[in-house]
């Protein structure tokens, strides 16, 4: 059983930057990959990037792509969301989660969620 709490969130301009944070609990934090995705009201959930077990491999969507930077610190059991150039599109509620395998871009491969944290960006 793993839990993850996201904090970070906030209200930031267009250009502005966020740095999101998830913690996890649990001994076994190095075994899960992680993932960070999205949902902005009456949307589906989207993927935005997830990072490897051991953190040597990120994958991330085409939008965020060049904006956005996931890195983890297994010594705290948290993974980061750097968030750079933020647009207003970049607005909703973001959610972190662990999957106990390889990176995945669907969300339903993944086995535990946190409860998300808003990220709103004006224009």
């Known amino acids: 059983q793993v839990q993850l709490v996201e904090s970070g969130g906030g209200l930031v301009q267009a250009g502005g930057s966020l740095r999101l944070s998830c913690a996890a609990s649990?001994?076994?934090?190095?075994?899960?990959?992680m993932g960070w995705f999205r949902q902005a009201p009456g949307k589906e959930r989207e993927f935005v990037g997830a990072?490897?077990?051991?953190?040597?491999?990120?994958d991330y969507a085409d939008s965020v792509k060049g904006r956005f930077t996931i890195s983890r610190v297994t010594a705290q059991n948290t993974i980061y969301l750097q968030m750079n150039s933020l647009k207003p599109e970049d607005t909703a509620v973001y959610y972190c989660?662990?999957?106990?395998?390889?990176?995945?871009?669907?969300?339903?491969?993944?086995?535990?969620w946190g409860q998300g944290t808003q990220v709103t960006v004006s224009s």
């Open positions: 989660a662990a999957r106990g395998w390889s990176m995945s871009r669907r969300a339903d491969e993944y086995d535990y």
């Open positions: 649990g001994r076994t934090f190095s075994t899960y990959a």
């Open positions: 990072i490897s077990r051991r953190g040597h491999s990120t």
